[in-house]
């Protein structure tokens, strides 16, 4: 079962950039018919102290375009880097202290041909 930060990440992931991947955000890995772009994510770690935590969540961004793939990877660090505050979901709300970046080596998908770009995000909250 999914942590609420983890929940919460999704659901700002999805909603904040619903216009470049329409939807197409899920965990560990996308159906081999997806339409391009899309994101995945995943969880890589945690610590968690009675109320407060720590996550490390990974996002990775696939599309046909390496310019339009690096520009939407891009976006979304600054957006989650910069944030701070409430995230309200259907079913979450967490406290988001700090969020730190950091961007992992470019990729590609020899078979479909699709690129690929992977993020990581250390996410300190309290929820």
């Known amino acids: 079962m999914s942590e609420p930060v983890e929940l919460a990440f999704r659901e700002q992931l999805a909603a904040r950039f619903a216009a470049e991947l329409g939807g197409r955000v899920y965990d560990l890995v996308n159906p081999p018919d997806a339409v391009l772009p899309l994101a995945t994510y995943r969880r890589v770690g945690s610590d968690r102290v009675t109320t407060a935590g720590r996550a490390r969540i990974q996002v990775t961004i696939k599309g046909e375009q390496y310019a339009a793939v690096k520009r939407l990877q891009k976006a979304v ?51």
Not at 77 to 106: K, M, P, Q
């Open 77 to 127: 660090e600054d957006y989650f880097g910069g944030f701070r505050g409430n995230w309200l979901g259907s079913e979450t709300c967490v406290w988001v202290h700090h969020i730190r970046t950091a961007t992992l080596a470019d990729t590609h998908q020899g078979a479909t041909r699709a690129r690929v770009a992977s993020s990581e995000f250390e996410i300190m909250y309290a929820g």
